[in-house]
């Protein structure tokens, strides 16, 4: 079953714009502290845009069970936007609202991207918290496999919290896949602040037996 398999690219748009504009209501959420008339007014509007929404809910295979890879044909990965493959990813998915703001391109055999992360994701004062930058590098080095021609489930993944990653400023990723053996891909990444780097990570990635046999 597709999402809609004549999506123009205005719904596409719109579907973006629209999960762009709950990541910015999250933030808000998240930072202000506003007075409790003014809480009302936004929970009577939040209400109203819940009952819009929910006749048009779908559930079952195919849709809310898609997870973050994509039912909807034709959206690939692009050579200069690979998270269009996982459009609905908690982490970089443009149709997913708790997602940061990230892009991710390829640069020959490297995963080259940018992230920017708001209060929402914060953890240590002034920092992005770092179960977030853990679920960054998971899908950032998955994507290294995938452009190597070879992905898997996450079997470990080693990460190195070098120095703070901070909010609100750019956040360079990198990311290689060194080798596939078999069934497992070992690759790597990093995050960089003005050429600094603040985290970096090791995986290895496993693609399922029963995958191989099919
Ligand atoms: C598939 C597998 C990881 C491995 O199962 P099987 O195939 O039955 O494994 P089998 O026992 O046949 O051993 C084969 C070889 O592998 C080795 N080895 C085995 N395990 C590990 C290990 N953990 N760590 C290290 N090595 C391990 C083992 O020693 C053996 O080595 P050998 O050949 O003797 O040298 C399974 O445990 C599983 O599904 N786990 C849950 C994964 C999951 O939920 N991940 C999170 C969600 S995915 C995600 O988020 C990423 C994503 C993001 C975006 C987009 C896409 C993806």
């Given amino acids: 079953m597709s999402f809609q398999q004549d999506e123009t ?13 709950a ?17 009302a007014t ?18 079952g295979e195919g849709w809310s069970t898609v997870s973050i890879a994509s039912d909807t044909p034709g959206l690939g990965w692009l050579e200069d936007d690979l998270t269009r493959c996982m459009p609905y990813s908690p982490v970089s998915g443009a149709r997913n609202p708790v997602a940061p703001p ?30 977030i930058i853990a679920a960054v590098f998971d899908e950032l080095l998955s994507m290294a496999n995938v452009i190597s021609g070879s992905a898997g489930f996450t079997g470990t993944l080693t990460i190195k919290y070098l120095r703070h990653t901070p909010l609100d400023r750019p956040i360079e990723l990198w990311a290689v896949n060194e080798r596939n053996s078999g069934r497992k891909q070992f690759s790597r990444g990093e995050m960089r602040v003005d050429g600094q780097v603040t985290a970096s ?14």
Avoid: K
Wanted: hydrophobic share 40%.
């Fill in 9 to 21: 690219a205005g719904d596409r748009e719109l579907v973006e714009a629209v999960n762009t504009e």
């Fill in 201 to 214: 990570a090791e995986g290895l990635f496993i693609r399922p037996a029963s995958q191989m046999d099919a």
């Fill in 23 to 39: 990541g910015e209501l999250i933030r808000l959420l998240r930072c202000s502290h506003a007075p409790d008339p003014v809480l």
């Fill in 102 to 131: 990230i892009r991710m391109w390829r640069d020959g055999n490297e995963v080259r991207g940018e992230a920017i992360f708001s209060p929402t994701y914060a953890g240590p004062p002034n920092s992005v918290h770092g179960g």
């Fill in 42 to 59: 936004a929970t009577e509007h939040i209400r109203a845009a819940m009952e819009s929404l929910t006749p048009y809910l779908r559930q």
